[in-house]
């Protein structure tokens, strides 16, 4: 079983949409938690990081569930330019990365 | 330098030979990370150092692999006697912290391809 299971998608969604992504993990040690975005033939960029309060920049909210070792993404009125793979990240000394969810917005 | 730099950015090389991967990190970075990537997943751990102590190698597949960033600068990631399953995009991220606070910046990866 991996560490922080995503499902990998793809989520296929029309511009305007609201998409949710879920992520779990299982290394209760985990400190940090973060989403790192992905575009094809690309490095991991750090997106946001994720607080148990929530955090929302912009268009894009995280949440984190420590109790449930869950990790959330959402994004609100879908741009094209979002489209990417939307990677979960779990840290205790190092970051762990899940399968990451690609997502494809259409016109 | 304004960025992590890999070199070189493609490696062909035959099975049996050996290999080594260079990672530049930002100036002034003391923490960098390997990590092995193939398509359709996400990255995965393979060692990290803190100034040129490797604080964690747990994630190298075998004794094969091995690193080193002898003046907690320069990394050098060597695979001796190269297999077809070593394929992948080897990517390199450095921090300027020691905490998981700061954030990871990545270079753009060396593509190893063994034939």
């Known amino acids: 079983r991996k560490e922080v299971e995503q499902d990998p998608g793809p989520f296929n969604v029309p511009e305007g949409a609201t998409v949710a992504f879920n992520c779990t993990y299982s290394n209760s040690a985990s400190q940090s938690f973060f989403w790192y975005r992905q575009d094809c033939r690309k490095e991991p960029k750090l997106l946001m990081s994720?607080?148990?309060s929530g955090n929302e920049d912009g268009r894009f909210t995280a949440q984190l569930n420590r109790a449930s070792q869950y990790i959330s993404l959402l994004i609100r009125d879908s741009k094209l330019s979002d489209s990417a793979t939307y990677l979960c990240v779990a840290s205790t000394d190092k970051l762990i990365f899940g399968t990451g969810t690609r997502l494809q917005v259409f016109p | 330098g304004a960025g992590v730099s890999q070199s070189p950015r493609y490696k062909v090389t035959k099975r049996g030979q050996d290999v080594a991967l260079r990672c530049d990190p930002i100036s002034g970075h003391v923490s960098l990370y390997w990590y092995r990537q193939a398509l359709g997943q996400g990255p995965e751990f393979l060692t990290y150092f803190n100034y040129e102590a490797q604080q964690d190698k747990s994630g190298l597949p075998n004794d094969r692999f091995s690193a080193e960033r002898p003046e907690g600068s320069i990394s050098t990631l060597t695979i001796q006697r190269t297999e077809q399953r070593d394929s992948a995009m080897y990517r390199c991220?450095?921090?300027?912290?020691?905490?998981?606070?700061?954030?990871?910046?990545f270079g753009s990866g060396t593509r190893l391809t063994v034939v």
């Open positions: 991220a450095s921090s300027r912290g020691t905490g998981n606070d700061y954030g990871y910046t």
């Open positions: 994720v607080y148990s």
